[in-house]
């Protein structure tokens, strides 16, 4: 079975060695073992879990929210209800954030719509609704 020394580990995933120390102190990975020079050893275990951490924080799932999945997938004859109960609650904070972000376009927009001369700061009707609002 391979195994990875961090800054290994760090180059094959795209990770930063900070990044792969903070999610060990987390306890959501633990080198495989440490040499004799003190050096930490990962093994594919610790490289797919850490490949499946990424993929969560791309989808911007919390730190508790993955560490409840990993918790989950150690359970593997349990339902998947809670599994599926923590992407329903995530799904709905990102379509929240979404209609966040949308208002915040349409906001934006009006505000643009204030300026459409070459004007000075002084002069500049963006600001003045602004100081307004």
Do not use: W
């Amino acid at each position: 079975m391979a195994t990875y020394k961090i800054g290994e580990l760090s180059k094959k995933i795209g990770l930063s060695t900070d990044s792969i120390r903070f999610y060990e102190t987390k306890k959501l990975i633990q080198p495989s073992f440490r040499a004799d020079n003190n050096y930490r050893y990962y093994s594919e275990e610790a490289l797919k879990r850490l490949l499946f951490i990424q993929r969560c924080r791309a989808l911007d799932l919390s730190l508790k929210e993955i560490e409840t999945l990993i918790t989950l997938e150690q359970q593997p004859q349990q339902d998947c209800h809670a599994v599926n109960e923590i992407i329903d609650l995530h799904l709905a904070h990102v379509e929240k954030k979404l209609a966040e972000l949308h208002k915040f376009q349409q906001e934006l927009q009006q505000l643009r719509q204030f300026c459409n001369t070459q004007n000075t700061v002084d002069q500049c009707q963006i600001l003045k609704q602004l100081e307004a609002q």
